[in-house]
């Protein structure tokens, strides 16, 4: 075995924190000997004669668990082979008393009685561990008896047969189900639906104490907007402003200006032929919404000037009322977005 030199201060801490006569709890730096420590520790209750059946260690991960089995193990097979003074030697470097003669033979066969023992010593995942406390306790935790945990392969099977259907159900379901899906159909393709379904998933826990608690309530009460559906802001947008009775004469106003008037006249028109065309159907009144926005705002945000001057210094009344017009478009355009941040949640609960 090859030696490290382990400083004094470093060896005293490893060994007070590998008493197992105290309570304790460790953190340090990677790689500077919690394992060890840990190891220590198990073998020290092993000395003092602790049956390995009553040791318990808990890691958080597979990897943690076989090396420290793999140590302590290691440890116990090499004592198998050491003479009397290698061996009491290992031994108080464990930090355990000097031991007796009987206390060598003991520690000589720990491997052995370590390894035999059924049952022995435990040293698993936490994972591992609470699912063996769930089969034991079945009523008390509420889950099947003999229930199996499913692995990652298994899983995405179960889930990707749950979805599909769950999807088909929601398909056929003429009822809030089936709108739940055709606006979430409206906003994401095929592919992506996979992928917002999976995401849904991974926050279900959240996701289903909303789904419980009436997301009808408390998304708008959350989000604010009034409560309004994007049908109600779109509509006032459209109607509650400048009435599409005026359009025409504007557009016309509008097309005795230079480019740019000229430009949004025509914009303006597209508008009006939108706003004509325009029935009950969702996507005509979002194209009549989209033409009219597209009068008052480019790509950007608000336009900056919605009128050249030749035209703002023959109406500068028009100029106003479209300046306020804008504005209340702005405020509207955010109670869209909080709506339709509303609808979309609802419908992805459902
Ligand atoms: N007192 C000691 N005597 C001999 N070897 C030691 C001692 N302390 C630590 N080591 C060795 O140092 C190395 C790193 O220690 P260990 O793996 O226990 O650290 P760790 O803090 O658990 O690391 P990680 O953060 O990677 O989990 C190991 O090879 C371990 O055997
Ligand atoms: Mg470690």
């Known amino acids: 075995m090859s030696r490290i030199v382990v400083p004094e201060l470093l060896r005293a801490a490893q060994l007070k924190a590998s008493d197992p006569a105290s309570s304790i709890w460790v953190s340090a730096n990677a790689g500077s000997g919690k394992t060890h420590v840990l190891t220590q520790r198990v073998i020290r209750l092993l000395l003092k004669g602790v049956p390995p059946a009553k040791i318990l260690c808990l890691?958080?991960?597979?990897?943690?668990?076989?090396?420290?089995?793999?140590?302590?193990?290691?440890?116990l097979a090499t004592w198998t082979n050491l003479d009397d003074a290698a061996l009491r030697e290992a031994v108080r470097e464990t930090g355990a008393p000097s031991p007796s003669r009987t206390d060598l033979l003991l520690a000589r066969r720990l491997f052995t009685r370590t390894v035999e023992t059924p049952g022995g010593l435990k040293i698993q995942t936490i994972h591992a561990?609470?699912?063996?406390?769930?089969?034991?306790?079945?009523?008390?935790?509420?889950?099947?008896?003999?229930?199996?945990?499913?692995?990652?392969?298994?899983?995405?099977?179960?889930?990707?047969?749950?979805k599909r259907d769950?999807?088909?159900?929601?398909?056929?379901?003429?009822?809030?189900?089936?709108?739940?899906?055709?606006?979430i159909a409206e906003e994401v393709g095929s592919a992506s639906i996979d992928k917002l379904i999976g995401e849904a998933m991974r926050a279900r826990a959240p996701a289903l104490r909303w789904s419980l608690?009436?997301?009808?309530?408390?998304?708008?009460?959350?989000?604010g907007g009034g409560g309004l559906s994007v049908e109600a802001v779109e509509r006032d947008m459209i109607d509650g402003g400048i009435a599409p009775a005026e359009w025409p004469e504007i557009a016309a106003f509008f097309a005795t200006g230079s480019t740019n008037d000229q430009k949004r006249s025509a914009k303006l028109g597209i508008a009006l032929q939108a706003y004509t065309d325009y029935g009950a159907e969702r996507s005509s009144r979002t194209h009549a919404v989209a033409t009219y926005l597209a009068v008052f705002f480019t790509k950007d945000g608000p336009a900056k000037a919605l009128m050249t001057k030749g035209l703002a210094a023959r109406r500068p009344d028009l100029l106003a009322e479209l300046i306020t017009e804008q504005a209340r478009l702005v405020d509207l355009l955010e109670a869209r977005k909080t709506a339709e941040t509303i609808e979309r949640t609802q419908a992805l609960l459902a």
Do not use: W, Y
């Open 59 to 75: 890691t958080f991960t597979k990897a943690a668990a076989a090396q420290m089995a793999t140590r302590v193990f290691d440890t």
């Open 129 to 162: 561990f609470c699912e063996r406390l769930l089969h034991l306790f079945p009523f008390e935790a509420n889950v099947p008896a003999r229930f199996e945990v499913a692995d990652d392969v298994r899983q995405a099977t179960l889930l990707a047969g749950a």
């Open 166 to 183: 769950a999807i088909a159900e929601a398909h056929r379901s003429t009822g809030a189900l089936g709108a739940a899906l055709s606006r």
């Open 213 to 223: 608690a009436d997301p009808q309530d408390r998304l708008p009460a959350l989000l």
